[in-house]
C-alpha cells in the first residue's frame, strides 16, 4: 500500500527556517519523481518544487533560491528545506508522487509564518 506521511510543519517567524520531511512507504522514491506542492487558503494547489529520479530539480519562481528539495533513497524520504520564510508561504504543503496513473498525495502539514 502506498502511502506517503509529511511531517516538520509549524509556526516559525518570517525569515525563519523549517525543514518538511516526506516518508514514503510501498515504492520506492528512487524511481519517480518527487514533488511538493502546497495551498493556501482561498487559493488553489501549487507546485513548489520537484526532484525528478535523475537528480534534476525545479522550483516556482516564488521559492527559488530560498528552498530546496532533496531526497535520501536510503531512507526513502523527501525533504524540503525552507529558509528566509515569509507570510506569503503560509499554507499546508503536501508531498506527491506519481505512479502512473495514479497520483499519491500525503495527508499534508501546516506551515504558519507568523510574528
Known amino acids: 500500500q502506498v502511502q506517503l506521511v509529511e511531517s516538520g510543519g509549524g509556526l516559525v517567524q518570517p525569515g525563519g527556517s523549517l525543514r518538511l520531511s516526506c516518508a514514503a512507504s510501498?515504492?520506492?522514491?528512487?524511481?519517480?519523481?518527487m514533488k511538493w506542492y502546497r495551498q493556501a487558503p482561498g487559493k488553489e494547489r501549487e507546485l513548489v518544487a520537484l526532484?525528478?529520479?535523475?537528480?534534476?530539480?525545479h522550483y516556482s519562481s516564488s521559492v527559488k533560491g530560498r528552498f530546496t528539495i532533496s531526497r535520501d533513497n536510503g531512507k526513502n524520504t523527501v525533504y524540503l528545506q525552507m529558509n528566509s520564510l515569509n507570510p506569503e508561504d503560509t499554507a499546508v504543503y503536501y508531498c506527491?508522487?506519481?505512479?502512473?496513473?495514479?497520483?499519491?498525495w500525503g495527508q499534508g502539514t501546516q506551515v504558519t509564518v507568523s510574528s
Open positions: 506527491n508522487g506519481r505512479l502512473s496513473p495514479y497520483d499519491y
Open positions: 510501498g515504492f520506492t522514491i528512487s524511481s519517480y519523481t
Open positions: 526532484h525528478t529520479s535523475g537528480g534534476s530539480t
